[in-house]
């Protein structure tokens, strides 16, 4: 695309400026407690005057913007030359480097190095996206719709709406790739298009265990010591990209107690919006769903890596990512079984219901939402565990074969083992109790596979009795066709067809609550915006954000948590647990250690509003220098989730120093530390 082309694009879908306010909403920041998570389109710059002093310009705004990038399919990033280096998180990279990785290496666990730009190595799959315009198309989403419309028809006329506003995108701005944002649970539609960079190479990235020290231990606590970086670099037409006029320039001296921090990056999800309805049924019900059926999963895969190094080697980034999520959630579980919490949710909502019972216009447009979310919730108490649970593997091969050959195919159903391992009953058996724990005895489902026997019982009777288990015979089966398949009583197979239709009917019940839903939601986002505008953040939604913050200690354990913490403390906690995993260090930091300055820092807090996908995000100061790069963190930010505060949440992020020393002083990698610092 030309400069031309390109300038005229940013003209006609950049929209910036707030909309109009009504009175009070100065105090909807502190009244709501949405958070800090400001889009690029509608910052209030106002607040930042007011706030810190700082005056927000448009060009700064517009070279953060185009230096910031979305990382692959969760994360963050950023140009940090403008040679089109890109710097993220280890755990951003992990998958991408393991597939790289040579069949007799492992650059996950050992860290690698290109010794040159022409060694750095392409990581298959990976993409980063620039966001390069915005343009507001509430009014064209919204076009046709009727207040008397009911939920299916205006799901299907936004549906239609966008369809025609993505195709015009594609037509007139070929070369991006656009993307239609639904921000206030749509209150506010925008069009952001993206410049896809698709071939990505890796540069240098640490030990595992220098990314990831204190394994999941220290995970999304502080003070910590996590080295959690790796650089690649963008490359268009088999060069370098030119990211001169958009890239973050390198601070050495990196952050301070009390310095003004930004964080630029594409937060995943927030739920700031749900009523209290649905935080309660996201308490009760999904939450307590999701993590047992995670811990089951963790030990089964723990299980079998301690039996073969070549499976540990590829489930490590899997269970990582499941120690991850177990973690959060079990964070944002207890920030939702937390009295104050809920009652502040509950606090907040009523004042907005009280602001929309005093305008007629806005009462009946949107104050009923709250009712029908309750309703709604309700409904998904009864179906959701349901969808959850059930799962084929729990019945056994046979079961699953016979699942798989009437949707899939012989070919599919025969990949799957005929006999079940000790370890895949052990499993089922897991699932199969956890289902009895929250569906009971009386579960139509389970019951039919049951008859009366014990679970382990049904399922050696099942195995026994089904032809599933005997691949010729199911060949046989299947060479007779449909009608022989129909007309079989294979055991296996009658319980599939009772399954299939009791789970059809869970299925098309969950489908309407969920289309209900999002109508409704949207009503609540329109109120939130009818009332507020974009005087307060919109939730976040895996789209780039600016998110201001102060770097500060805090009150921890009846102490406080330092600022920064330094090599001191890391060398520190690896001899105070005897160099053991998960505290162990690889051996070059060992040996260097009389090399690294121990009084340089380490990691940092600050108080910048993040949640998942912020990982790889730049922190960087008032001139727009990098100073830090975000990694995670504490656990006492997870219900920010749901509700927003900066008394002790804090964000976690490695220091440009730690990054320096390791580059340096352990990694040998002073061509990247010189392109970074020019």
């Not at 919006?273 to 769903?289: N, V």
């Not at 600022?563 to 040996?591: C, I, K």
Request: aromatic share 8%; with cysteine.
């Amino acid at each position: 695309m030309s400069t031309a082309l390109f300038r005229s694009l940013l003209s006609a879908l950049i929209v910036l400026g707030a909309s109009a306010l009504l009175t009070d909403r100065a105090l909807a920041q502190n009244d709501l407690e949405l958070g800090k998570m400001w889009t690029f389109e509608n910052v209030p710059k106002d607040y930042f005057k007011q706030t810190h002093g700082f005056d927000l310009t448009q060009s700064w705004l517009d070279k953060v913007r185009l230096a910031s990038l979305r990382f692959g399919g969760g994360c963050s990033a950023s140009f940090v030359s403008g040679k089109g280096l890109v710097m993220t998180n280890h755990h951003c990279c992990r998958d991408f480097i393991a597939k790289a990785s040579p069949e007799n290496e492992d650059w996950v666990k050992d860290g690698f190095l290109a010794s040159s730009m022409a060694k750095e190595v392409p990581l298959e799959g990976l993409t980063v996206q620039q966001l390069a315009a915005m343009k507001d198309i509430t009014t064209a989403v919204n076009d046709g719709i009727a207040d008397s419309d009911d939920g299916a028809t205006i799901t299907s006329k936004r549906k239609a709406n966008q369809d025609v506003i993505l195709e015009a995108a594609r037509t007139n701005f070929p070369r991006l790739s656009h993307e239609i944002v639904k921000l206030y649970q749509g209150g506010m539609f925008q069009l952001y298009s993206y410049r896809i960079y698709d071939d990505i190479r890796l540069v240098v990235a640490p030990h595992l265990q220098t990314a990831h020290f204190g394994g999941d231990h220290d995970n999304f606590t502080y003070p910590r010591y996590g080295i959690d970086f790796t650089f690649c670099r963008a490359y268009e037409d088999g060069k370098p990209v030119d990211s001169s006029k958009n890239f973050f320039r390198w601070n050495s001296d990196g952050a301070e107690s009390g310095d003004l921090v930004f964080v630029t990056g594409s937060p995943g999800s927030t739920g700031r919006l749900m009523t209290h309805a649905q935080l309660e049924y996201t308490r009760d019900i999904l939450y307590p769903i999701l993590l047992e059926g995670w811990d089951l999963q963790i030990a089964d895969l723990k299980a079998r890596s301690a039996k073969s190094a070549d499976f540990e080697k590829e489930m490590r980034p899997r269970v990582l990512r499941l120690e991850n999520s177990i973690k959060a959630v079990t964070g944002f579980l207890t920030g939702l079984r937390d009295p104050n919490l809920m009652a502040r949710k509950a606090e907040w909502e009523d004042a907005l219901k009280k602001r929309l019972a005093g305008d007629p216009e806005l009462s009946e447009k949107y104050l009923g939402a709250w009712d029908r979310l309750a309703e709604i919730s309700q409904g998904m108490r009864e179906v959701e565990p349901v969808q959850r649970l059930i799962n084929g593997s729990m019945f056994g091969p046979a079961v699953q074969r016979a699942f798989t050959m009437t949707r899939q195919g012989l070919a599919e159903a025969l990949k799957i083992p005929a006999q079940s391992s000790p370890e895949a009953k052990g499993l089922a058996m897991a699932r199969f109790e956890m289902g009895l724990r929250w569906l009971g005895k009386g579960d139509p489902i389970l019951s039919s596979f049951l008859g009366g026997k014990k679970p382990a019982q049904a399922y050696d009777a099942m195995a026994a009795a089904s032809l599933f288990v005997d691949d010729d015979a199911m060949t046989k089966l299947a060479d007779g066709g449909e009608d022989a398949i129909e007309a079989s009583q294979d055991p296996a197979l009658v319980l599939v067809r009772k399954i299939r239709k009791l789970m059809e009917s869970v299925r098309e019940r969950r489908g309407e609550l969920r289309a209900a839903e999002n109508v409704e939601k949207t009503r609540v986002g329109q109120a939130v915006f009818a009332v507020y505008g974009t005087s307060v953040a919109p939730d976040a939604t895996f789209t780039l954000r600016l998110s201001d913050g102060i770097v500060s200690e805090y009150p921890c354990n009846g102490t406080i948590a330092p600022a920064r913490t330094s090599f001191y403390g890391m060398y520190g906690r690896n001899v105070e647990f005897g160099n053991h995993h998960p505290f162990d260090l690889p051996q070059v930091w060992l040996d260097r250690q009389d090399k690294v300055d121990l009084s340089r820092s380490v990691n940092f807090v600050a108080t910048n509003d993040i949640i998942g996908g912020n990982s790889g995000s730049p922190v960087i100061d008032a001139q727009a220098r990098i100073v830090g790069l975000i990694f995670d963190g504490n656990i006492e930010m997870l219900p920010n989730r749901f509700l927003y505060r900066d008394d002790i949440p804090r964000s976690v992020s490695v220091h440009v120093a730690a990054i320096e020393e390791a580059l340096t002083k352990i990694y040998d990698a002073k061509w990247v530390m010189q392109e970074l610092r020019n």
